[in-house]
């Protein structure tokens, strides 16, 4: 199995930007697709970005298209999120998912967790 750490989350103010990591250990992440999902209090966790595993396909949710960037970078191991003109609605834990398919967009697909990273936008 893959081990997934995420960073990067913190406390900004609507309009600015982010940058999630999603740093693997254990096994490389050109095997796996990668997914970004978060979950605000009291709601379900919900499908935000996924890349698929050779790097040239991605897919987002409507919330957050043309606004979020997924990207990997092999070399390092590392997929990120970028996240631009945070909205409060964004504030959430935010989870990076790995999935041994190419390309991956149900949660129910994703094997492997980490342990999330909090993302607090205030208005």
């Known amino acids: 199995q893959v081990q997934l750490v995420e960073s990067g989350g913190g406390l900004v103010q609507a309009g600015d930007s982010l940058r999630l990591s999603c740093a693997a250990s254990?096994?490389?992440?050109?095997?796996?697709?990668m997914g970004w999902f978060r979950q605000a209090p009291g709601k379900e966790r919900e499908f935000v970005a996924a890349?698929?595993?050779?790097?040239?396909?991605?897919y987002y949710a409507d919330a957050v298209t043309d606004r979020f960037t997924i990207s990997r970078d092999n070399a390092k191991n590392t997929v990120y999120l970028q996240m631009n003109s945070l909205k409060p609605e964004d504030t959430a834990v935010y989870y990076c998912?790995?999935?041994?398919?190419?390309?991956?967009?149900?949660?129910?697909?994703?094997?492997?967790w980490g342990q999330g990273t909090q993302v607090t936008v205030s208005s």
């Open positions: 998912a790995a999935a041994a398919i190419y390309l991956a967009r149900s949660r129910n697909e994703y094997s492997e």
């Open positions: 254990g096994r490389t992440l050109s095997n796996y697709a």
């Open positions: 890349l698929s595993r050779t790097g040239g396909s991605s």
